[in-house]
């Protein structure tokens, strides 16, 4: 009985060690912004491709995954429906390129401050995690996540 259980918590922390993030932050916001980028580092240490489907917050109304595309001199961002992690490899979201875009604000997100974020993986299902707020139009991660 009491192996059969070990076995499943076992199992159950295996599948969730595919996939592991890094360095998940946020860029506050002025007052009254209705929306936020957020970015990270997804990591891949599994011997299958994965894919990020989809996230969540209780600080947003919804959060949809984005891309930058550039269209001459202009950028213009474009929502997409996955971005895909290669095995043993990673995906980077950052400021220029693929981000979380979290729309309706509840509240505008303010330096220090974290913010919790459920993640939903094509293969490891929902990841819970905590965003930490960086500075307004801070164009990299906060300091303590700096390298
Ligand atoms: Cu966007």
Do not use: C
Not at 59 to 83: P, T
Not at 101 to 126: C, D, H, S, W, Y
């Amino acid at each position: 009985m009491r192996l059969g259980l070990l076995a499943v918590l076992l199992a159950a922390s295996a599948a969730q060690a595919q996939v592991t993030i890094d360095k998940p932050w946020l860029r506050a916001t002025a007052p009254g912004a209705k929306v936020g980028g957020g970015y990270l580092t997804i990591r891949n240490p599994g011997a299958a491709p994965e894919r990020l489907v989809g996230a969540s917050s209780p600080a947003a109304a919804r959060v949809e995954l984005h891309v930058n595309i550039k269209e001459g001199e202009m950028v213009k961002m474009r929502q997409v429906r996955a971005f895909d992690v290669p095995a043993q490899g990673s995906f980077e979201l950052k400021p220029g390129g693929a981000h979380l875009m979290f729309i309706e604000l509840r509240q505008p997100f303010k330096e220090g401050e974290k913010v919790p974020v459920t993640l939903k993986f094509e293969k490891a299902g929902e990841l819970r995690t905590e965003f930490h707020v960086g500075r307004l139009g801070g164009g990299s991660a906060p300091a303590e996540h700096k390298r």
